[in-house]
């Protein structure tokens, strides 16, 4: 299926988020009674494995595959965390998910909680988001008063099932999954080294399922409709919805839902979506799935947005932000700005990523001030690549998949900012 649907973002706008009875009235926890009462766990698993429901994180990892192989391990207790800890720029999908339907991220964790036999999850959101951590923490508390959250949740003896809020402290880093692990444990927001992969050593060591908050959203609606229907709502190898945030010179910029295998022409440029540009310009580029995304250009736009399509076209959908750019825009000077993202969410842990960064930057800081020479455009690359294949997480290898992208397309743009060399004969 093509286009706008309102699957996960039903609920914006019908009335206050945090009326349960609102909720329910609107399919609210037919998932979690659905799973409950009519299916086995194992049939739970296979209905998100059909789903193709892939991580909307950023990774597009299949949640089935994830689920699967944490319920192969033998080890309990399991926990259930849910990573809302939106710090992308350009993202912030999460952010309308917990405000406007927090109560199907709720069901979700506890379908999960359920399947799992954890009695406890928890939801790691944003700093920033101050004010949503009160809100979301009446929706448990709602939850709980109801009899779906807690103890013997729907009545069923023995099904416990319990959320706490943890809040993040600002770093960007705490969005790796194993960083958010060593956050709530109280220890520095650093990445592990794997294996062990937290499927086997998570959370206090123990056995745990990591998703997304997006992901978690789709897990009730994937039990009320199976998962041969959610996968028809986008291709056969991308399932489902996919929420979108288009910002930066786009005409209509906001959270949007549309159905993976929609046109990326049409969401760049038709009014339903983002509208072309604010001033008028042609789009010169665009950044796609967050700072560690692929910037793509214009003659790459006629593909479906979908997870593999873009692959192929050496795009990514990551995050799921979109931040259009227009011609007034320096390739040069928007590459450094990522390359200054980088060094300061540097979590400082390696040396590749912590040193290796700051030299970029000082090339960029040449280009700029015009005192660069070709030679050290070759450099930025090598130590750019350098980094990918040496620092410890994620964060650091994606350092440069923009400048990459910027340089495969447009390297005259930066070879123009190089000092000129007058020669006389």
């Not at 609107?26 to 659905?34: A, S, V, W």
């Not at 406007?100 to 506890?110: D, K, L, Q, S, V």
């Not at 440069?400 to 190089?418: G, P």
Request: charge should be neutral; hydrophobic fraction near 35%; charged fraction near 25%.
């Amino acid at each position: 299926m093509q286009g706008k649907i309102n699957c996960l973002l039903k609920y914006k706008g019908l009335g206050e988020p945090l009326d349960i009875d609102m909720y329910m009235a609107n399919d609210g926890y037919k998932g979690l009674k659905t799973a409950v009462d009519n299916m086995s766990k194992d049939d739970i698993l296979d209905e998100v494995d059909k789903a193709v429901l892939l991580g909307r994180g950023g990774a597009a990892y299949p949640a089935g595959r994830k689920w699967k192989q944490l319920m192969a391990i033998n080890t309990n207790p399991k926990y259930i965390v849910c990573n809302a800890d939106e710090g992308e720029p350009g993202t912030f999908k999460d952010r309308d998910l917990i405000k406007y339907c927090p109560y199907g991220i709720i069901e979700g964790m506890t379908i999960a909680g359920y399947v799992f036999d954890s009695p406890r999850g928890f939801i790691y959101i944003r700093g920033e988001y101050r004010t949503l951590q009160q809100e979301f923490q009446k929706a448990l508390d709602t939850a709980k008063a109801k009899g779906l959250l807690g103890k013997n949740i729907l009545g069923k003896e023995g099904f416990d099932f319990d959320i706490t809020i943890v809040s993040g402290a600002g770093a960007y880093v705490c969005g790796e999954n194993s960083a958010l692990l060593n956050s709530i444990e109280g220890k520095p927001g650093r990445p592990r080294v794997k294996p062990p992969h937290l499927a086997e050593v998570g959370l206090y060591s123990l056995p745990t399922l990591v998703n997304n908050v997006e992901s978690f959203s789709c897990i009730p609606v994937i039990m009320r409709m199976g998962g041969d229907a959610f996968r028809e709502m986008g291709t056969e190898t991308s399932g489902g919805t996919k929420l979108i945030t288009i910002c930066g010179h786009a005409k209509n910029k906001g959270v949007y839902e549309v159905g993976l295998g929609t046109s990326l022409k049409d969401i760049l440029y038709s009014e339903e979506y983002g509208g072309g540009t604010t001033s008028g310009m042609p789009i010169k580029f665009v950044h796609f799935g967050g700072q560690s995304g692929p910037i793509g250009f214009p003659e790459q736009f006629d593909i479906p947005y979908d997870y593999d399509s873009m692959k192929k076209a050496g795009l990514a959908i990551g995050s799921g932000a979109i931040v259009v750019m227009d011609e007034s825009v320096s390739l040069v000077e928007y590459c450094m700005k990522v390359t200054e993202f980088f060094v300061h969410e540097s979590c400082g842990k390696c040396t590749p990523c912590r040193i290796g960064t700051e030299r970029m930057l000082e090339i960029f800081r040449k280009l700029i001030d015009r005192k660069a020479v070709p030679e050290d455009i070759d450099k930025l690359k090598e130590l750019g690549d350098m980094i990918r294949l040496t620092a410890a997480c994620g964060l650091g290898q994606a350092n440069n998949v923009a400048l990459n992208n910027a340089l495969a397309h447009s390297r005259y743009e930066f070879e123009s900012c190089c000092k000129r060399i007058e020669t006389w004969n």
